[in-house]
């Protein structure tokens, strides 16, 4: 995930070494120090026996996890930082006897899902009793944290970091010929508010004809979105580009003049942490238009730098693209606002200072 790589490359008082079980896309994420602990051959078996028939979460061999710490005290590692809390449920036998203290962090989907099966409780229970330090996307995340078990006196808040000399500003002409663009980036998945997105577009684009949408990303809900626009009679208007690389995503950005994503509860309990589409596109000056949900609020001033709607509320997310297009003064206001929020609490230097104390802190 980029947002990692982000972390690990940019990291300046702590050497980091990766443990993976597989390598991807080494032209895109170059990284010398990496050590590949395979899965065993019998892991197809094992997650079948495991999690479709004992309905316990999969977790690594004793003799994986031996493996594990023998190469951790091999590079001399001070601290182990496990990313997303159901990889650390996974390596409780190694965080049982771990050979340094442990960080575990948690992104958003990680935290609630298939925690109302007991066995998966317990281990997670057990997991953040283990941890040294528990680090969070968003004081939200922290507060279900808490709920779930966790000791308050374990959680940092450690937010997502946005490298904004790569999402530089940009002022755009408020479209005083009705020709907005609005953009929206993430996995087709039910959590995003796809569904709520289209129905909003719909009625706005009744009073701007000329207004486009654009929604980049992969997922299995593809093909149903595309029937759904076109249910809407949309067809003409919405757009559907697959998976944007960095450079690709930063066109989009530029070419358009707002950023719509109105996350909701999924079903599993899989919530957002802070979008980070939704930063990236903040900073270089896209006014958000989301909801009341997960972390969004603490990066999105309602008013100020975009609007907040309920989820699922197709009509005030509409309302709130409608407000938008009414004020050629707010806009560019309201522009500014939102890359100024990213840049006063999400620039990736600062958010690497708060990952490397927490080392620091863990390691003493």
């Known amino acids: 995930m980029l947002h990692i790589y982000r972390q690990i490359t940019g990291l300046r008082r702590w050497r980091p070494v990766v443990i993976c079980q597989k390598r991807e896309e080494t032209a895109r994420f170059?990284?010398?120090?990496?050590?590949?602990?395979?899965?065993?051959?019998?892991?197809?078996?094992?997650?079948?026996?495991?999690?479709?028939?004992?309905?316990?979460?999969?977790?690594?061999?004793?003799?994986?996890?031996?493996?594990?710490?023998?190469?951790?005290?091999?590079?001399?590692?001070?601290?182990?930082?496990?990313?997303?809390?159901?990889?650390?449920?996974?390596?409780?036998?190694?965080?049982?006897?771990?050979?340094?203290?442990?960080?575990?962090?948690?992104?958003?989907?990680?935290?609630?899902v298939d925690l109302d099966k007991p066995a998966y409780r317990r281990a997670t229970l057990e997991m953040l009793g283990l941890a040294r330090l528990v680090l969070v996307r968003s004081q939200s995340l922290a507060d279900r944290i808490v709920e779930i078990g966790c000791p308050p006196e374990k959680i940092r808040i450690h937010r997502t970091g946005i490298p904004l000399e790569r999402f530089e500003f940009i002022p755009r002409p408020f479209p005083a010929d009705g020709a907005w663009r609005f953009f929206q980036a993430c996995r087709l998945i039910?959590?995003?508010?796809?569904?709520?997105?289209?129905?909003?577009?719909a009625r706005f684009s009744e009073r701007y004809p000329r207004a486009q949408l654009v929604i980049a990303g992969e997922g299995p809900m593809l093909e149903e979105l595309k029937a759904f626009a076109a249910q809407l009679g949309l067809e003409e208007r919405v757009s559907f580009p697959g998976f944007l690389s960095q450079e690709a995503m930063r066109e989009q950005f530029h070419a358009a003049h707002a950023f719509v994503h109105p996350s909701e509860l999924g079903a599993d309990g899989n919530q957002e942490g802070v979008p980070n589409s939704m930063?990236?596109?903040?900073?270089?000056?896209?006014?958000?238009?989301?909801?009341?949900?997960?972390?969004?609020?603490?990066?999105?001033?309602?008013?100020?730098?975009?609007?907040?709607?309920?989820?699922?509320?197709?009509?005030?997310?509409?309302?709130?693209?409608?407000?938008?297009?009414?004020?050629?003064?707010?806009?560019?206001?309201?522009a500014a606002a939102a890359s100024r929020a990213v840049a006063e609490r999400f620039e990736q230097g600062r958010q690497i200072a708060v990952l490397e104390s927490c080392y620091s802190e863990a390691a003493s």
Do not use: C
């Open 279 to 334: 930063l990236e596109a903040m900073a270089t000056g896209l006014p958000a238009l989301a909801t009341h949900h997960g972390g969004i609020p603490e990066a999105v001033d309602h008013g100020v730098s975009g609007f907040l709607v309920a989820e699922q509320d197709s009509e005030a997310l509409a309302q709130a693209m409608l407000d938008l297009a009414a004020d050629p003064v707010r806009y560019p206001v309201m």
């Open 30 to 112: 170059p990284f010398d120090e990496v050590i590949r602990i395979p899965k065993p051959i019998t892991h197809s078996l094992r997650r079948i026996w495991v999690k479709q028939i004992l309905n316990r979460p999969v977790m690594v061999y004793r003799s994986e996890a031996r493996r594990i710490a023998s190469e951790i005290r091999r590079v001399n590692a001070r601290v182990l930082h496990v990313y997303f809390g159901h990889i650390a449920v996974h390596l409780l036998p190694l965080l049982r006897n771990p050979p340094v203290p442990v960080i575990v962090s948690f992104h958003g989907a990680d935290a609630m």
């Open 190 to 201: 039910p959590k995003k508010g796809l569904h709520t997105t289209l129905r909003a577009f």
